[in-house]
């Protein structure tokens, strides 16, 4: 059962944006943080935003100032606009809602998307 399906990844040149979606399904609670998380061939998976059911916000560090997160809670939908593009974000990016978070960890009941691939040339 498909709980998280994400959108809008795609190539774009240095310099670019994209903007991610995810549509969260009803199943997950309203309760749960929810985020964007990415991994890069050969690297592991790392966080790189997260929104609190209270509407705060964590970054990495590599994509503060150029990535946003947010949400509209009547499409169910988060979303994920990236600037700036650089080579380096080049990435299958995945959303995820979990029960508990502790930095970019996952406790608890947690749930992933299949992926969107975003592919950043120089």
């Known amino acids: 059962q498909v709980q998280l399906v994400e959108s809008g990844g795609g190539s774009v040149q240095a310099g670019g944006t994209l903007r991610l979606s995810c549509v969260v399904s009803?199943?997950?609670?309203?309760?749960?943080?929810k985020g964007w998380f990415r991994q890069a061939p050969g690297k592991e998976r790392e966080g790189v935003a997260r929104i609190d059911v209270d509407g705060s916000t964590s970054y990495a560090d590599s994509v503060k100032g150029r990535f946003t997160i947010s949400r509209n809670n009547a499409k169910n939908t988060l979303y994920l606009e990236m600037n700036s593009l650089k080579p380096e974000d080049t990435a299958m990016y995945y959303c995820?809602?979990?029960?508990?978070?502790?930095?970019?960890?996952?406790?608890?009941?947690?749930?992933w998307g299949q992926g969107t691939q975003v592919t950043v040339s120089s």
């Open positions: 995820a809602a979990a029960e508990r978070w502790m930095g970019w960890v996952l406790f608890g009941y947690n749930y």
């Open positions: 009803t199943y997950i609670h309203s309760s749960y943080s």
